[in-house]
Protein backbone atom coordinates (compact mmCIF):
# COMPACT_ATOMS: atom_id res chain seq x y z
CA UNK A 1 0.00 0.00 0.00
CA UNK A 2 1.24 3.30 -0.60
CA UNK A 3 2.66 5.14 2.56
CA UNK A 4 0.44 8.19 2.35
CA UNK A 5 -2.15 5.87 1.93
CA UNK A 6 -1.39 3.43 5.00
CA UNK A 7 -0.59 7.36 6.93
CA UNK A 8 -4.15 7.89 6.39
CA UNK A 9 -5.82 4.78 7.81
CA UNK A 10 -3.32 5.05 10.38
CA UNK A 11 -5.30 8.73 11.13
CA UNK A 12 -8.87 6.76 10.51
CA UNK A 13 -7.27 4.68 13.49
CA UNK A 14 -6.23 7.40 15.77
CA UNK A 15 -10.36 8.98 15.21
CA UNK A 16 -11.40 6.05 16.33
CA UNK A 17 -9.47 5.06 18.75
CA UNK A 18 -10.12 8.34 20.32
CA UNK A 19 -14.14 8.09 19.69
CA UNK A 20 -13.76 5.06 21.98
CA UNK A 21 -11.32 6.24 24.75
CA UNK A 22 -13.69 9.39 25.38
CA UNK A 23 -17.14 6.88 25.15
CA UNK A 24 -14.91 4.71 27.70
CA UNK A 25 -14.72 7.96 29.90
CA UNK A 26 -18.55 8.58 29.87
CA UNK A 27 -18.88 5.15 31.29
CA UNK A 28 -16.74 5.62 33.96
CA UNK A 29 -18.73 9.11 34.65
CA UNK A 30 -22.40 7.50 34.15
CA UNK A 31 -21.32 4.86 36.61
CA UNK A 32 -19.73 7.19 39.28
CA UNK A 33 -22.53 9.34 38.70
CA UNK A 34 -25.23 6.51 39.74
CA UNK A 35 -22.74 5.41 42.33
CA UNK A 36 -23.00 8.89 43.96
CA UNK A 37 -27.05 8.95 43.57
CA UNK A 38 -27.00 5.41 45.42
CA UNK A 39 -25.11 6.71 48.04
CA UNK A 40 -26.79 9.67 48.81
CA UNK A 41 -30.23 7.10 49.02
CA UNK A 42 -31.81 8.86 46.01
CA UNK A 43 -32.49 7.27 42.95
CA UNK A 44 -30.67 7.73 39.99
CA UNK A 45 -32.21 8.98 36.87
CA UNK A 46 -33.82 7.58 33.85
CA UNK A 47 -30.94 10.36 32.48
CA UNK A 48 -27.97 8.61 34.29
CA UNK A 49 -29.08 5.58 32.88
CA UNK A 50 -29.25 7.15 29.45
CA UNK A 51 -26.03 8.59 29.47
CA UNK A 52 -24.88 5.27 30.15
CA UNK A 53 -26.50 3.53 27.25
CA UNK A 54 -25.57 6.10 25.15
CA UNK A 55 -21.69 5.64 25.85
CA UNK A 56 -21.81 1.64 25.99
CA UNK A 57 -23.33 2.12 22.41
CA UNK A 58 -20.63 4.84 21.43
CA UNK A 59 -17.69 2.60 22.87
CA UNK A 60 -19.00 -0.04 20.86
CA UNK A 61 -19.66 1.52 17.40
CA UNK A 62 -15.97 2.83 18.01
CA UNK A 63 -14.60 -0.37 18.50
CA UNK A 64 -16.41 -1.67 15.73
CA UNK A 65 -14.66 0.88 13.18
CA UNK A 66 -11.41 0.01 14.53
CA UNK A 67 -11.83 -3.76 14.04
CA UNK A 68 -13.46 -2.85 10.45
CA UNK A 69 -10.95 -1.10 9.81
CA UNK A 70 -8.34 -3.71 10.71
CA UNK A 71 -9.85 -6.56 9.64
CA UNK A 72 -11.91 -5.90 6.62
CA UNK A 73 -14.99 -7.69 5.88
CA UNK A 74 -14.43 -7.60 1.52
CA UNK A 75 -12.47 -9.78 0.16
CA UNK A 76 -10.61 -6.98 -2.18
CA UNK A 77 -9.86 -5.05 1.04
CA UNK A 78 -8.04 -7.78 3.04
CA UNK A 79 -4.77 -7.02 2.30
CA UNK A 80 -5.06 -3.09 3.08
CA UNK A 81 -6.08 -4.79 7.16
CA UNK A 82 -2.66 -6.90 7.03
CA UNK A 83 -0.71 -4.31 6.41
CA UNK A 84 -2.64 -2.00 8.35
CA UNK A 85 -2.37 -4.50 11.45
CA UNK A 86 1.48 -4.99 10.71
CA UNK A 87 1.90 -0.91 11.09
CA UNK A 88 0.53 -0.93 14.19
CA UNK A 89 1.81 -3.99 15.48
CA UNK A 90 -1.36 -5.37 16.30
CA UNK A 91 -1.69 -8.68 18.05
CA UNK A 92 -3.43 -11.81 16.31
CA UNK A 93 -5.61 -12.69 19.00
CA UNK A 94 -6.79 -8.81 19.44
CA UNK A 95 -9.63 -8.09 21.51
CA UNK A 96 -10.75 -5.92 19.28
CA UNK A 97 -11.65 -8.03 15.55
CA UNK A 98 -14.73 -9.84 17.23
CA UNK A 99 -17.54 -7.49 16.20
CA UNK A 100 -20.32 -9.48 17.55
CA UNK A 101 -21.11 -6.97 20.05
CA UNK A 102 -21.42 -4.30 18.09
CA UNK A 103 -23.57 -5.86 15.79
CA UNK A 104 -25.87 -6.52 18.80
CA UNK A 105 -26.31 -3.09 19.34
CA UNK A 106 -26.13 -2.05 15.40
CA UNK A 107 -28.87 -4.64 14.25
CA UNK A 108 -31.03 -4.29 17.55
CA UNK A 109 -34.07 -4.73 15.55
CA UNK A 110 -32.81 -7.94 14.39
CA UNK A 111 -31.96 -8.99 17.96
CA UNK A 112 -35.50 -8.29 19.42
CA UNK A 113 -36.99 -10.44 16.69
CA UNK A 114 -35.09 -13.32 17.57
CA UNK A 115 -36.03 -12.56 21.14
CA UNK A 116 -39.54 -12.27 20.79
CA UNK A 117 -39.71 -15.72 18.67
CA UNK A 118 -37.26 -17.61 21.23
CA UNK A 119 -38.33 -16.68 24.52
CA UNK A 120 -40.93 -18.81 26.20
CA UNK A 121 -41.82 -16.64 29.22
CA UNK A 122 -41.39 -12.78 27.62
CA UNK A 123 -39.79 -11.88 30.13
CA UNK A 124 -38.23 -8.63 28.77
CA UNK A 125 -35.01 -7.48 30.79
CA UNK A 126 -33.40 -4.61 28.89
CA UNK A 127 -30.69 -1.45 30.07
CA UNK A 128 -30.00 -3.01 33.20
CA UNK A 129 -26.49 -2.58 35.08
CA UNK A 130 -26.87 -5.31 37.18
CA UNK A 131 -24.68 -9.20 37.40
CA UNK A 132 -27.24 -11.57 35.61
CA UNK A 133 -26.50 -15.19 35.06
CA UNK A 134 -27.85 -18.59 34.50
CA UNK A 135 -31.54 -19.80 33.68
CA UNK A 136 -33.61 -16.59 32.18
CA UNK A 137 -30.25 -14.73 31.00
CA UNK A 138 -31.70 -15.26 27.43
CA UNK A 139 -34.25 -12.69 28.41
CA UNK A 140 -31.96 -9.90 29.34
CA UNK A 141 -30.93 -8.43 26.41
CA UNK A 142 -28.55 -5.11 27.11
CA UNK A 143 -27.22 -5.44 30.49
CA UNK A 144 -23.61 -4.33 31.86
CA UNK A 145 -22.71 -5.96 34.86
CA UNK A 146 -21.03 -3.30 36.64
CA UNK A 147 -18.48 -5.97 38.91
CA UNK A 148 -16.96 -7.08 35.78
CA UNK A 149 -17.18 -3.77 34.02
CA UNK A 150 -18.82 -6.25 31.35
CA UNK A 151 -21.69 -5.56 28.65
CA UNK A 152 -23.74 -8.86 28.32
CA UNK A 153 -26.48 -9.64 25.61
CA UNK A 154 -29.00 -12.64 26.22
CA UNK A 155 -25.82 -14.61 28.27
CA UNK A 156 -23.02 -13.57 26.44
CA UNK A 157 -20.24 -11.43 27.86
CA UNK A 158 -17.89 -8.90 26.65
CA UNK A 159 -15.53 -7.69 29.06
CA UNK A 160 -14.43 -4.17 28.21
CA UNK A 161 -11.51 -3.72 30.06
CA UNK A 162 -9.06 -5.83 27.42
CA UNK A 163 -10.66 -3.90 24.67
CA UNK A 164 -10.05 -0.35 25.98
CA UNK A 165 -6.15 -1.69 26.89
CA UNK A 166 -6.30 -3.21 22.96
CA UNK A 167 -7.38 0.46 22.09
CA UNK A 168 -5.15 2.31 24.54
CA UNK A 169 -2.02 0.66 22.62
CA UNK A 170 -3.24 0.87 18.89
CA UNK A 171 -4.43 4.10 19.53
CA UNK A 172 -0.36 5.23 20.61
CA UNK A 173 1.01 3.07 17.99
CA UNK A 174 -0.92 4.78 15.25
CA UNK A 175 -0.74 8.10 17.00
CA UNK A 176 3.59 7.65 16.38
CA UNK A 177 2.88 6.58 12.86
CA UNK A 178 1.09 8.96 11.74
CA UNK A 179 3.57 11.57 13.01
CA UNK A 180 5.93 10.49 10.54
CA UNK A 181 5.43 11.78 6.82
CA UNK A 182 4.50 9.24 4.40
CA UNK A 183 7.96 9.10 3.01
CA UNK A 184 9.15 7.93 5.95
CA UNK A 185 9.51 4.19 7.11
Given at each position: ?132 AGPGSGDCLRNFDSKKFAVTFR ?31
Open positions: MDKMVLRIFQSEVEVQCNFAMMAFKDIEKALEAMERAVKRERNFMKEDMDHLWYSVQAFLVAAGNVSKLLWPIKEQHRKRGVELRESLSVRANSPLEPRKFRNHFEHFDERLDDWATASEQKNFVDCNIVSIGDEYPLEPVISAIKEIHRKASEEFEKHFWEE
